[in-house]
């Protein structure tokens, strides 16, 4: 069984600030990897598939990379509405990383 | 617009169980799976387990095997979620998402359920 790894599990910034968030899986997935955000109260939302697309709707300062077993979440200039918990999650199973937790810092 | 709404929250008892449904529109009932996941207070989100709408077919993650009970009604476009044997751990909120035909992520979420294990 695949395993995502989260780090790190809370990442504490301001506006404005670069967020690096990273996902590694215990074995390749090739480019088979989404990342959703959620925040408090609401259902998760679709960001990236398969690895580095954007879904429909998410801004651009949102972007994804990697493959096989090591991605990266970058948000390149965090907004007030971007602190949030974020979770990979990958085909074999669709099974999710434990998550990382934006927050202000 | 695709729209997935399910049922309000529930309080049970320990030893009791739930079933949590979920309506579907905007879309053809049978064409996506729906998949289950929850997320327990101060824990992530963990995957449960899917239906396939067309014939009724499911799969659990095994922490849930002879626990869990997937089900769905077409004429209704619902599908539901049964947990059986509840106890504290399973306090969470339980969402149900669609699965797109070929794809392995969710693009579509119900709004969530409360379900509270308390005695």
């Known amino acids: 069984e695949i395993v995502l790894t989260q780090s790190p599990a809370t990442l504490s910034l301001s506006p404005g600030d670069r967020a690096t968030l990273s996902c590694r899986a215990s074995?390749?997935?090739?480019?088979?990897l989404a990342w959703y955000q959620q925040k408090p109260g609401q259902a998760p939302r679709l960001l990236i598939y398969d690895a580095s697309n954007r879904a429909t709707g998410v801004p651009a300062r949102f972007s994804g990379s990697g493959s096989g077993t090591d991605f990266t979440l970058t948000i390149s200039s965090l907004e007030p509405d971007d602190f949030a918990f974020y979770y990979c999650?990958?085909?074999?199973?669709?099974?999710f990383g434990q998550g990382t937790k934006v927050e202000i810092k | 617009q695709v729209q997935l709404v399910q049922s309000g929250a529930e309080v049970k008892k320990p030893g009791a169980s739930v079933k949590v449904s979920c309506r579907a529109s905007g879309y053809t009932f049978t064409d996506y799976y729906i998949h289950w996941v929850r997320r327990a207070p101060g824990q992530g989100l963990e995957w449960m387990g899917w239906?396939?709408?067309?014939?009724?077919?499911?799969d659990f993650a095994q922490k849930f095997q002879g626990r869990v009970t997937m089900t769905r009604d077409t004429s209704i476009s619902t599908a539901y979620m049964e947990l059986s044997r509840l106890g504290s751990d399973d306090t969470a909120l339980y969402y149900c998402?669609?699965?797109?035909?070929?794809?392995?992520?969710?693009?579509?979420w119900g709004q969530g359920t409360m379900v509270t294990v308390s005695s």
């Open positions: 074995q390749s997935v090739g480019t088979y």
């Open positions: 999650q990958q085909r074999s199973n669709w099974r």
């Open positions: 239906i396939n709408p067309n014939n009724g077919g499911s």
């Open positions: 998402a669609r699965l797109p035909s070929r794809r392995y992520y969710y693009d579509s």
